[in-house]
């Protein structure tokens, strides 16, 4: 059975696409590519049809990632056929629990950056980061790098990697389990 995950942003050209490329190069260094299926969506419509902006294209292909896309947006009823919906920060987390139609629904709406992991030498005590979170907080958004230059492109890129791992071995975790 299929294990399916979608990143949800605002338009679905710059942040969703990213980590949507991201993680899908993780899932498939993982073997796991059979098992998981990526994908990407928008909380609004403006940009339907359109490629992932240019700036996000050019800094996930220098980093080696598939800049390949094409933007669209969220519709409830997807819902029904998602394990988890990955929110880019507090406002679609907000949007996007509001759209579900049932509480289960609500429940697999995650902020990306709660999947963070600490860094070396950080008391993983202390972190509450190393479990997915329902918190809603500024800290946990990937910050919206459409209106800026290439510099905010790179820290959204470097915010989706760092949070990729922990979403990686989450998702691991759910695919484990049900193999079992």
């Avoid at 942003?9 to 969703?16: A, H, K, V």
């Avoid at 009823?77 to 929110?87: E, G, K």
């Avoid at 949007?95 to 579900?100: I, N």
């Avoid at 049932?102 to 992991?117: I, N, P």
Wanted: hydrophobic share 35%; proline share 6%.
């Amino acid at each position: 059975m299929t294990y399916r995950v979608c990143f949800v942003c605002t338009g679905n050209i710059c942040r969703s696409p990213m980590a949507e490329s991201v993680f899908r190069a993780r899932v498939v260094a993982a073997g796991l590519d059979s098992l998981v299926e990526v994908d990407s969506a928008g909380t609004g419509g403006w940009h339907e049809g359109d490629p992932a902006d240019p700036r996000t294209v050019a800094v996930l292909q220098e980093h080696g990632y598939d800049g390949e896309h094409t933007a669209r947006q969220f519709q409830p009823s997807w819902f029904s056929r998602l394990d988890l919906v990955i929110a880019l920060d507090s406002g679609h987390l907000k949007v996007l629990r509001r759209l579900a139609p049932t509480e289960q629904d609500a429940a697999k709406v995650r902020l990306l950056r709660s999947y963070t992991r600490p860094s070396p030498g950080h008391d993983p005590s202390a972190n509450a980061l190393c479990a997915p979170s329902d918190a809603a907080g500024d800290d946990l958004d990937v910050p919206d790098p459409y209106y800026g230059g290439m510099d905010g492109f790179e820290e959204c890129l470097e915010m989706v990697e760092g949070a990729s791992e922990g979403l990686l071995a989450a998702v691991r975790e759910h695919v484990e389990g049900r193999a079992a």
